[in-house]
């Protein structure tokens, strides 16, 4: 099996060629159908390679599997190749796994679609450069499944590049965003890749991870900065998470596989991936920390304020990345892929719910214009409360095995970090109980609306109810001392964390988690369903922050002001003033030359004999001249 | 004995005049006439240079040349009547159907 791992690559792509080419004669459904049984299949072949590893002694299970040659020039020698290990088949599993659960859910969502042949074909490419990103045993592979990804995010998100509306403009706007802002981080990935190579001679994961005590402290850390620039802008950290809220302009199904549950994990993957790197970089591990806990701190505080239900769920997402990119920042790789993992369901759980309510409400997305919606979708609205619980973290769910993970693992190394990620557990608590409260409990706000809404289809809520079991049950991948599964799968690819607090502590800190997540659920509580005169009373002292939060900080406005304006000044002058006044203003130029010199030549032929007498002799008398004086 | 510089100066007037004609005269006649000026004016220097230096080479010389013009002048009065055909006009001017 393991020598068939490419099997895993081949299903996706084979669906997206099918798709492409025999697509339009294939009819919707078989279209639909081809592609998510194409990504069914490799999860399949995924399930085939766990099945493998697991038959493998622990320190063994590490195994490259050589495709081709890919490049090969002079010192320069990259291999085409796959390295099967606990992490990347456990990525490929999340990614293949929700994958299929969101194909299938598409099927029913794209429905009324006219590309839908697109779409599938999109989505199936999408899969695939994710799973080169993940499966890819050296640097370049991962970086070109990491542009395929972008590329698959820029075309999705786009989408509907025709449409435009209030809330994210013109949607092909939202797709150009998301690829720019990506290719800052996609430098600093290049940049990595090339002082790596300079410094090591080789790209391939294991051969860098080898020799990574030869390079100078500087060069490490400075690689490692370059690299976590990188997962800033896949990621949608500080300061490259901008295009993220502008994605949700793509189809929601779109926004819960390749923003909630994959692409946007590669950063922590790729960190993850790396983490001999960073165990050398601490400086840049440390920054790493801190870039994850700000941004999931700035990001719940803009979700507070959001009245579109996906941008709600899409600054959410930049929060919990937060979290993970704080977990690989302090060392605990495995508790923030475990939070990768159990975010994986329970987002894409919520924003499929999303889609849901978007489908029984015919495309609205303004909480503002719900309310009381569980009465008529009511199993949406236990799904997506589902989802929200997972979410804020209520005990026993997988996110809060998860999210408490990393804040143990934070609390160690930096209280500071453990404070803000905890405020931020509040917060999140409070922002997903709002969505559930505004949207699904209370009185409908708009009649008119709500009479006309309705429950989604079987094939939208099926895959839903699955991931909503993998939601609540997720925890058990990992429960830390008394049954932590993941951490030991995993210990093969990013090694072990050294804990030095007791049992005692982990469990204070748990329960200190739990109260912290019922106690940002009852304030959500008491202010949108009890509307207690308290709740409110808080709300009003703290209105005067609601300008700067629904502005985002600002922050849009000073990368506008300082970056975009002057970038566009720089275009309007090199389109204006350069190509068209300077470069064609010479070429035309030329051609003026040309006309006014043969005007004057013309007058030479006039036809007139006088002239042609005139021109004898001045030849006569030039040529006299010469030989007199010449 | 009459300096040689004498005939050669008037050798170049004779020639300046025609030259001057051919340029300016509309009458077509006119400058056919010129043109033979300033052949008669070369002649002359041939021959002032001849009697000067005792050699008949200049004299022969401008028996070739006399015979020269008068075939030119043959042609060119042939031309000149030809182009009547079409106009009446001898004006230099307003022959420039050449080009046709």
Known sequence: MLDYAWLVLAFPAAGALLNTFLGGSLGRRAVGWLASGAVALAFLASLGLFAQLMGLPGHERSVTVHLWDWIRVGTFQVPAALLVDPLSVTMALVVTGVGTLIHVYSVGYMAEEPRYQRYFVYLNFFVLAMLVLVLSDNFLGMYVGWEGVGLASYLLIGFWFDRRDASYGYYADAGKKAFLVNRVGDFGMALAIMILWTGLGSVTFLEVFAGVEKLAAGTLTLASLLLLLAATGKSAQIPLYVWLPDAMAGPTPVSALIHAATMVTAGIYMIARTYPLWEAAPAASAVAAWVGGLTALLAATMALVQVDLKKILAYSTISQLGYMMLGVGVGAYAFAIFHLITHAFFKALLFLAAGNVMHGLHGELDIRRMGNLRARMPQTARLFTVGALALAGFPLTSGFFSKDSILFAAFERSPALYGLGLFTALLTAFYSFRAVFLAFWGRERDPDLFARAHESPAIMRGPLWILAGLALAGGGLNLPRVLPLLEHWLEPAVGALEIHAGLGLEMTLMAVGGLVALAGIYLAHARYVQEAAWAQGLAQGLAPLRPLLERGWYVEDLYRAAVVEPLWALARFSAQVVDRGIIDGTVNLVGQLHLLASDGLRRLQNGLIPTYALSLFVGVVVAVLYFVFG | ?100
């Open chain 2, 1 to 100: 004995m009459v300096p040689t510089s004498y005939y050669l100066i008037l050798s170049g007037v004779i020639f300046a005049i025609g030259a001057v004609g051919v340029l300016v005269r509309r009458n077509a006649l006119i400058i056919f006439m010129c043109v033979e000026m300033m052949l008669n004016s070369v002649n002359l220097t041939l021959v002032a240079l001849s009697r000067q230096w005792g050699n008949l080479d200049g004299q022969v010389f401008v028996f070739m040349v006399m015979a020269v013009a008068a075939a030119e002048v043959a042609v060119g009065l042939a031309l000149l009547i030809a182009n009547t055909r079409h106009q009446e006009s001898i004006n230099i001017d307003e022959i420039h159907l050449l080009k046709w």
